[in-house]
């Protein structure tokens, strides 16, 4: 069952006039505990569904930043294999080239590892460390927050199943 159509129902069933409830103390008292469960379990049921979008567009977007991380990573790694080794050159200006264009790529490298390579003007890439990171945390407060959804659903059918006085 969806969860508005839960809402919906946990809503005819408890915030109805008291009165139409038997007249005796337990029936009372179980009426109000009901209201209270489904008011909770309805709180909890909106605030699930309206986060889980978010949460997961912040992982959709982490995970694009650590792809771009990734393949800048690559892209150097590449440049760093194709030039050549400065070892094997005789002419001493070629040499020079060549060695300072492989520094250059291995400082690009540390620049990255370090999360202070420029990406663009005044954007970095992050530390892949520092991604995979909140990548795990979101991921888990997403299974979590599926899990309380999931919890709030069979609590709220189970609220729904049974009676409202006895």
């Given amino acids: ?7 919906t129902r946990l809503g005819h069933k408890f915030f109805t006039d008291a009165r139409d409830v038997l007249n005796t103390p337990r029936a009372q008292e179980r009426f109000f505990v009901g209201q209270r469960d489904a008011a909770q379990l309805q709180t909890v049921l909106r605030t699930t569904e309206l986060d889980e ?5 912040r992982l959709v977007d982490l995970e694009a930043r650590r792809a771009r991380t990734i393949e800048k ?3 150097l790694m590449r440049q760093h294999d194709e030039t050549p ?6 002419d001493a200006r070629e040499r020079a080239k060549a060695f300072d264009d492989r520094e250059r790529v291995l400082r690009q490298l540390q620049l990255l590892a370090d999360g202070t390579l420029l990406a663009a003007p005044g954007v970095t890439y992050e530390r892949l460390d520092y ?3 909140r990548i795990a945390a ?3 407060k997403i299974t979590a927050l599926r899990a ?4 709030a659903v069979a609590e709220a059918e189970a609220l729904l199943a049974e009676p409202v006085s006895r």
Avoid at 1 to 7: A, N, V
Avoid at 53 to 57: D, G, W, Y
Avoid at 148 to 151: F, L, Q, S, T
């Fill in 1 to 7: 069952m969806k969860s508005d159509e839960l809402i």
């Fill in 53 to 57: 979008p978010m949460l997961v567009a």
């Fill in 73 to 75: 990573q690559l892209d």
């Fill in 85 to 90: 080794d400065p070892s094997g050159i005789k």
């Fill in 131 to 133: 991604i995979d990171e």
């Fill in 138 to 140: 979101l991921k888990e």
């Fill in 148 to 151: 309380r959804h999931a919890a």
